[in-house]
């Protein structure tokens, strides 16, 4: 029988398990979700299900540099709890993913999950983690970044990691830009990066509250220029002050070092990701009256 993609994601949104296992298991219980479920759990996925309705927004960001540091690769790898993104085990199993997003080069996740780590694929190594250690553990996201130049790469804590492509300039300073955007996180390069709509309603905010001051219009409009060049300045690279030189701007130092910045990656563990809020009341009687 066909199943559908809609299906294949809403078992593996209940239980964790892999889209190439969960599309099987569908086709081996013509697609009885119920009847799917206990074929991932007599598959052994028992636990990695149990644990897939939990909160997964620890983690950490292992990445991967390889061919003279021209190509590089970041993962995110999400747990539950920071004791567990700390854990060599699942410390271990992020840098094999990155290695595996490097040098398979997948599309996408579900991709990269169908890759091997010592003969098993990632999403039955992910799975065996999960038993091993107890919390639902997830792959999130990759990015994979490229540069003719020098590719800069900094990961801060486990936490924090970035690419950033540079033309020009050198090895050092690839990786200080790189600890650059970990620190002051910018949104976009250079202003003519940022698009016109992030613009003109910046502009409409900045508007609506000089016009609160009772200032003629020309004096308005001089006031909104300035307050947009600062904005512009706050979430641009270019614009930010160097975060080791707070006297120099990154523009002037690129321009001190004959140097372009192309572009540049940033992710952070469990950025975006809406956390759970515990009820300590609703606990409590859960635990009361046994729910």
């Known amino acids: 029988m066909t199943i559908s993609a809609k299906d294949v994601k809403l078992l593996r949104d209940r239980t964790g398990a892999g889209m190439m296992d969960c599309k099987k298991a569908l086709q081996e ?90 003969g098993a694929t990632v999403e039955e190594a992910r799975q065996a983690l999960v038993s091993k250690i107890g919390e639902n553990i997830q792959v999130r996201r990759f990015v ?18 970035v690419l950033v492509d540079l033309a020009g300039g050198d090895e050092e300073l690839a990786r200080d830009l790189a600890m650059h955007v970990a620190a002051m996180n910018p949104e976009f390069v250079s202003s003519d990066d940022v698009p016109a709509d992030v613009m003109a309603r910046e502009k409409d905010i900045l508007i609506a509250q000089a016009e609160g001051s009772g200032k003629p219009p020309e004096i308005i409009e001089k006031m909104v220029e300035g307050r947009l060049r600062k904005h512009l300045a706050g979430i641009t690279l270019l614009g930010q002050p160097f975060v ?45 009256t046994g729910g």
Do not use: W
């Open 29 to 118: 219980t013509d697609g009885d979700m119920e009847a799917a479920i206990d074929f991932l759990r007599a598959k052994g996925s028992a636990k990695a299900a149990k644990r897939a309705a939990k909160s997964a927004d620890e983690g950490t960001i292992g990445s991967y540099l390889h061919f003279g540091g021209k190509i590089g690769v970041m993962v995110e790898v999400n747990c539950e709890t920071d004791f567990v993104a700390k854990d060599n085990s699942f410390m271990a199993f992020a840098e094999a993913v990155a290695r595996n997003a490097l040098a398979e080069s997948p599309a996408d996740v579900d991709a990269l999950m169908q890759t091997k780590i010592d």
């Open 144 to 161: 994979r970044s490229s540069s003719d130049g020098s590719l800069g790469a900094y990961i801060h804590g486990g936490r924090i990691g």
């Open 244 to 288: 080791k030189d707070s006297d120099l701007t990154v523009e002037k130092l690129l321009q001190q070092s004959g140097a372009r910045v192309n572009g540049f990656s940033r992710l952070a563990v469990g950025e975006g990701i809406e956390k759970k809020q515990e009820n300590f009341a609703d606990e409590v009687m859960q635990q009361v």
